[in-house]
T-cell receptor, first 113, second 110 residues
Framework: NAGVTQTPKFQVLKTGQSMTLQCAQD?????MYWYRQDPGMGLRLIYY???????DKGEVPNGYNVSRLNKREFSLRLESAAPSQTSVYFC????????????FGEGSWLTVV | GIQVEQSPPDLILQEGANSTLRCNFS?????LQWFHQNPWGQLINLFY???GTKQNGGLSATTVATERYSLLYISSSQTTDSGVYFC????????????FGKGTSLLVTP
C-alpha cells in the first residue's frame, strides 16, 4: 500500500551539481505533479504530466526538467543546482480530470549550499 | 493561474475551541480540496469538496461554488489538529493542476 514514493528523502548538494528526484506511484493514476514548498509560500507547481507521454510547465519551472518515464514514474531533474532551489519537493498523483483526489508523497528535503 | 487566498494566516486556539478557516478563489474551480500538513511535513487529504457540505469527525467543510469560496470548520479542537491547513483548486484552464493557497498555520494549546 505504498501510494506515492519519493527518493531521496534528504539531499545536500553543492551549487552547480546536478541531481534527479525520483517519484513512483502504484495507484495507476494518469496524472503526476511536482511541487515545491518554501516557508510562507504554500505549494507551487513546477511541472506536471497530465498523462503518460505529456509534460507541461507549472508556475515555477525555471531550472528544472522532468521526464515521465512510464505511467508509474515521473522524475524531476536539477541540471545545475542553485541555493534558490533549496526547498521541500513533493510529488503527487491522481486520476486525470477534475473529479479525483490528489495524493502526495512524503516530500524530499533538498539543501543547496 | 488561479489565485487562492486563505485566511487567517495564523491561528492559536485553546483546546476545545471552535474556528473557521476561509479560502477564496479568483476563478471558478471544479476541483477543490482541503489538506492538513502535520508537523512532520506530511500532507493529508481532508476533503474533496467542489460544492456543498461534508463532515469528517470534528471537521466539516462547505463550498459555495457560485461565490468562489470554501470554509473549513474546526470544532472542539484538539492538539493533534495543529499544523498547516491548505486549500487548493483547479479547473480545465489550469490543466487540472491544483493551485494552492499559502495556508493557515494552526496551533492548538492544551
Amino acid at each position: 500500500n505504498a501510494g506515492v514514493t519519493q527518493t531521496p528523502k534528504f539531499q545536500v548538494l553543492k551549487t552547480g551539481q546536478s541531481m534527479t528526484l525520483q517519484c513512483a506511484q502504484d495507484m495507476n493514476h494518469n496524472s503526476m505533479y511536482w511541487y515545491r514548498q518554501d516557508p510562507g509560500m504554500g505549494l507551487r507547481l513546477i511541472y506536471y504530466s497530465a498523462s503518460e507521454g505529456t509534460t507541461d510547465k507549472g508556475e515555477v519551472p525555471n531550472g528544472y526538467n522532468v521526464s515521465r518515464l512510464n505511467k508509474r514514474e515521473f522524475s524531476l531533474r536539477l541540471e545545475s543546482a542553485a541555493p534558490s532551489q533549496t526547498s521541500v519537493y513533493f510529488c503527487a498523483s491522481r486520476q486525470q480530470f477534475s473529479g479525483n483526489t490528489i495524493y502526495f508523497g512524503e516530500g524530499s528535503w533538498l539543501t543547496v549550499v | 493561474g488561479i489565485q487562492v487566498e486563505q485566511s487567517p494566516p495564523d491561528l492559536i486556539l485553546q483546546e476545545g475551541a471552535n474556528s473557521t478557516l476561509r479560502c477564496n478563489f479568483s476563478d471558478s474551480v471544479n476541483n477543490l480540496q482541503w489538506f492538513h500538513q502535520n508537523p512532520w511535513g506530511q500532507l493529508i487529504n481532508l476533503f474533496y469538496i467542489p460544492s456543498g457540505t461534508k463532515q469528517n469527525g470534528g471537521l466539516s467543510a462547505t463550498t459555495v461554488a457560485t461565490e468562489r469560496y470554501s470554509l473549513l470548520y474546526i470544532s472542539s479542537s484538539q492538539t493533534t489538529d495543529s499544523g498547516v491547513y491548505f486549500c487548493a483548486g483547479s479547473n480545465s484552464n489550469s490543466g487540472y493542476a491544483l493551485n494552492f493557497g499559502k495556508g493557515t498555520s494552526l496551533l492548538v494549546t492544551p
